[in-house]
């Protein structure tokens, strides 16, 4: 056996792009991390905003997944935001009482389940989401 059959037989070839155009494995793991990033928001006020507004100005020209997911995500959590405020003037009227804990759980159950489908290589589209940006 030659040198060159010798060292392509021991060597393994290189990784292929994934098929299909499906997204790959670091391109969904920052599609997840889009959407999971909001959560700092219950820490620090407007970072449910702000953090995946970061990670999708830093990855979009080089992952279109994470552009996606990102776009995705910000839109959310606007929508989100318009939400809590209408809930805190509708307090004046008892409703935003009630409704203000709904929104809080609608907005962590979809983050999550966002989160899990990016990460599966699913372009995830929330429910009831104004896109404002396109």
Not at 68 to 77: L, P, R, W
Not at 109 to 114: R, S
């Amino acid at each position: 056996m030659s040198e060159i059959e010798n060292q392509s037989a021991t060597s393994a070839p290189p990784p292929s792009p994934p098929a299909g155009g499906s997204p790959g494995a670091e391109e969904r793991q920052w599609g997840m991390f889009a959407h999971l990033s909001a959560l700092i928001g219950i820490v620090i006020p407007f970072g449910n905003i702000i953090a995946p507004l970061v990670i999708w100005q830093i990855k979009k020209d080089t992952m279109p997944f994470v552009a996606d997911q990102g776009k995705e995500a910000v839109n959310f959590q606007i929508t989100i935001l318009i939400a809590v405020i209408i809930c805190f003037i509708l307090t004046f009227v008892l409703i935003g009482i009630l409704l203000l804990p709904l929104v809080g759980l609608y907005w962590l159950i979809f983050t999550i389940i966002a989160g899990i489908k990016a990460n599966e290589g699913v372009a995830y589209r929330y429910p009831a989401t104004i896109r404002l940006i396109s």
